[in-house]
């Protein structure tokens, strides 16, 4: 009797320790999907105009959606607004995709600010497009937050009406000039020396 208690007990623990080895289940994001569009957002950048990454900038405001009832925006303490690969500059690109699994998301990359939500009047911030944002067409997306910073509504610009940036390549201008300057120098002096040479053999 007490030999089988043992082998049941053992059991047992053996048992909890394999259940303690198992990874635990990853904690379920956020769904855009479930929050409330609540927010109203615009930006300066128009529809198909190009910004230049490094050099030019945008405005982006943001507000509670005048369909919201009034105080609907009480518990909103922070907001955060990413610019977002729109659909075309996501097609056939997967490290782009959208994901409706916030923490997944990959087609809103970029920060461009997270401040306090003042519910007292809209938001608004002057964002210069960072040098390393790459071509492509682009929207803006904010997202309210609470007191713990999890997302609780969102607002965007219409992903089809999205606007340009282009990129910076890589080669300056100025690199582009000295390497056509230093080609003619070559093809010149080349030319140079070989109607040196010629003159050498004929005499």
Known sequence: ?????????????????FAASLPSPAAAGVHLSSLPKALDVTTSAKPGQVLHAGVDSLTVTWSLNTTEPAGADAGYKGVKVKLCYAPASQKDRGWRKSEDDISKDKACQFKVTEQAYAAAAPGSFQYAVARDVP?????????????????????????????????????????????????AFSVVALAFFFVI????KNK
């Not at 009797?1 to 320790?17: G, N």
């Not at 040479?197 to 050498?200: D, N, P």
């Open 135 to 183: 071509s492509g067409s682009y929207y803006l997306r904010a997202f309210a937050t609470d007191a713990s910073g999890a997302e609780v509504a969102y607002g965007q610009t219409a992903p089809t009406a999205a606007f340009d940036v282009a990129g910076i390549t890589g080669i300056h201008a100025s690199l582009k000039i000295a390497a056509g300057v230093f080609s």
């Open 197 to 200: 040479e010629t003159r050498k």
């Open 1 to 17: 009797m007490a030999r089988q208690q043992s082998v049941q007990a053992l059991c047992v623990l053996a048992a909890l320790l």
